[in-house]
């Protein structure tokens, strides 16, 4: 279902307008703050805007447009959204914390690589919940995926990863999907699970990637409470799950600059194939037009 307000549409009727004036800058700072870009972000970037407007004399909301659509771009830029997946095997731990789509996202994920004609296996190392691992399951099924499950409810999630990895070693699988656990007793402890996982895997591989999943839209919440994640797990990329690019797309500009970490994928529906590689040329011409 379509959003009942978007940026993009709030923009192009602002844009069509005949001339900048003082209600095209108190329009565009409330559009920014409706789609999550954040006060700091707004401000920052309304007032790069004013200068660029001055500096070359225009009075045409398309220079404008254009303008906005070139500065977004360049702040997106700024980090490098590859994906680093070349080891052979590739393992990539997907963490984050429960309800955000992280098992839906490994299963897109792995779809996402087996089109690209890669081989993948899951691991289930979210051992503690058994809906978890059937969860996981149907989605690595769904995903073209192998996947390897615990032997027993509860079952070291090092010990699985461990496996999992031992597996793909073995049969020559190209990619490794772990999944983790997003809630135990006590932050620390899972920190501290997640630890040993790194431990046990990087005595036999690389770990290529540590993906971060997030739920775009529950905002700064969102963000506040995946930050033991950014401290603890050496996240080197986000993926944004739930993203209705057109509604609350600035969320994406606002993750990315506070915590100097590349989004690298994005998923913007419910479909084994609504995950894409993160491109920013093509996040902002969605967003702008």
Known sequence: MAPSWSLSSALKGMFARKTIDDDTWSDLE??????????????????????????YRTTDPADLQRMLRETLEERLARLDPTLHLSARPAVVLVVGVNGV????????FAKFLTNYGRTVVVGAADTFR?????????????GGAAIVKPQAQGQDPASVAFQTVELAQREGIEIVLIDTAGRLQTKS??????????RVLEKQVEIAEVLLVLDATTGQNGLAQAEAF?????????????LDGSAKGGFVLA?????????KLVGQGEGINDLTGFTPHVFVQGLVG
């Open 101 to 108: 789509g992280k098992t839906t996202t490994i299963g897109k």
């Open 189 to 198: 402890g899972l920190m501290d699970e997640l630890g040993k996982i790194r």
């Open 230 to 242: 950014i401290e603890h797990a050496g996240v080197t990329g986000l993926v944004l799950t739930k």
């Open 255 to 263: 993750v990315q600059e506070k915590t100097g970490i590349p989004i």
């Open 30 to 55: 409330d559009a920014l703050i409706s789609a999550d870009f954040g006060p700091d972000i707004t401000d920052s970037i309304v007032d790069e805007l004013r200068a660029s407007v001055a500096k």
């Open 130 to 142: 058994a809906a978890a691992v059937e969860q996981l399951a149907t989605w690595a099924e769904r």
